[in-house]
């Protein structure tokens, strides 16, 4: 393990590459530490039933933005590790403003749908009478918050690795911050979720001049153009593969939400929601350890280096273990009392997030299970892994919820996590004799 850390510490001083990926570490984990603070302003100062119905607006739109995109945010870095070889940067901007094309029907289309619902299936479902404005408003704004997500991996793919980082773990929530220390100030606290939305309506405008700019400037600088026609069936073709996986991931992390909204409404939700948050932040240390070695993995795989490919792994698994234990120890020990630091009522999360701690440093123990499949072109056989994880969660919290509320919730996500992670290292296992578990 010292060995491990001893060469990510050299890649750090003499690779531009392992800078750049510390920064955007340290961009992610303030993006994490800006929301736990944004969630204590909120918690301490807002009505927590206000809080909830932000926290399930905020889920919601998570969630379908993965439907409306069909994997365009993610295919967009297909497309970009593709010029100057086959495509241009002109290839690349007819893609992207394909691709804008593509989320804006999928949400026009989202929005017609719920309209036609209705008021009484929408209110009915949710036991809530009151629901329906804010969640057409949240429909309504979805097709901005989708675009904003596109936007920020296409950032990423005009190599604006930094301001993609900022769009995603900052940018996007400052309206919500401005709006909820004013409202507080002027007594409208319960404007609290149109504050939030209104964000990416300008997030969306100004994101997107910043793009055609940078396009417009890389085309002058090009050499040549191929004009690859490239079409809106090829982009899907393309995309919809991946948006399998991250909407899975979403709905995995939601259906709880969901649940916990109909049979308890929106105090239950800003409780189990601030227990999820902490888990976020502990889970930071599994993502940037495996950000470090994803890349190692392919290369390893492929050129059939298995005696480093093997070491890569157990190091990794060892570090992301090491880097989880001690903070999830700690969680769950003073949880009572760091729940309680939220506010009033808080503290009723207590049991729930020791269970999501476990869930955390279970999954901890087995290291890059997943990226090893998505690293070595099994894409599709994790897709299938992770949609049986989605269904068993869907009918455990269905079942756990109305009878256990949010201990139910939690005790589904944990079984959810120990099923893709065993299930995935058995996989890998028999497949490779990979061990990618703790050992």
């Given amino acids: 393990m010292n060995e491990f850390v001893y060469n990510l510490i050299q890649k750090l001083k003499n690779n531009s590459l392992a800078k750049q990926s510390l920064i955007t570490m340290f961009l992610r984990v303030f993006g994490v530490l800006f929301l736990f603070g944004l ?40 497309y970009a590790g593709l010029v100057n070889n086959n495509y241009t940067i002109k290839d690349l901007k007819g893609v992207y403003l394909k691709k804008v094309s593509i989320v804006i029907f999928t949400s026009l289309l989202w929005l017609v749908f719920v309209f036609f619902i209705g008021q009484k299936v929408i209110s009915d479902f949710f036991n809530d009478p009151f629901i329906y404005p804010i969640f057409f408003k949240a429909t309504t704004a979805l097709g901005f918050y989708s675009l904003t997500v596109l936007n920020t991996e296409t950032f990423r793919a005009l190599d604006k690795i930094y301001t993609a980082e900022l769009f995603r773990n900052i940018f996007k929530y400052f309206s919500l911050a401005i709006g909820a220390v004013y409202l507080l100030q002027i007594g409208k606290e319960n404007y609290l979720v149109d504050s939030f939305l209104i964000g990416f309506v300008l997030l969306f405008i100004i994101s997107f001049m910043m793009i055609i ?48 909204k109909k049979y308890y409404g929106n105090e239950t939700v800003a409780y189990y929601s601030t227990a999820l948050k902490i888990m976020s932040i502990v889970s930071m240390f599994v993502i940037s350890v495996n950000i470090s070695v994803s890349s190692k993995i392919t290369e390893f795989y492929y050129s059939n ?70 690293m070595t072109g099994r894409q599709k056989i994790f897709q299938y892994i992770i949609i049986f994880a989605v269904v068993i969660n869907f009918f455990l919290n269905k079942s756990l919820v109305p009878k256990y509320g949010i201990i139910g919730a939690s ?29």
């Fill in 39 to 78: 969630t204590l302003f909120l918690t301490r100062n807002y009505n927590s039933k206000i809080v909830g119905q932000y926290d399930f607006i905020r889920t919601y739109l998570l969630v379908l933005s993965a439907l409306c995109l069909l994997g365009t945010d993610q295919s967009i870095l297909y």
């Fill in 213 to 260: 700019n940078n396009f417009n400037q890389k085309i002058k600088e090009e050499k040549g153009e191929i004009d690859y026609l490239i079409t809106h069936k090829e982009i899907i073709y393309r995309s919809y593969p991946m948006a399998i996986s991250g909407m899975s991931f979403f709905l995995l992390s939601s259906f709880d939400l969901l649940f916990l």
């Fill in 305 to 374: 280096n298995i005696i480093e490919l093997h070491s890569t792994l157990k190091n990794a698994a060892r570090l992301i273990f090491v880097f989880t234990l001690p903070i999830a120890l700690i969680i769950c020990l003073f949880s009572k009392s760091i729940l309680s630091f939220f506010g009033q009522g808080y503290d009723s999360a207590n049991i729930a997030l020791i269970i999501l701690m476990i869930a955390i440093l279970f999954g901890s123990m087995f290291g890059t299970a997943f990226v090893y499949l998505n």
């Fill in 411 to 439: 005790l589904s996500f944990l079984a959810s996590i120990v099923f893709w992670n065993v299930t995935t290292a058995v996989i890998i296992y028999r497949k490779d004799k990979t061990k990618v578990f703790l050992h």
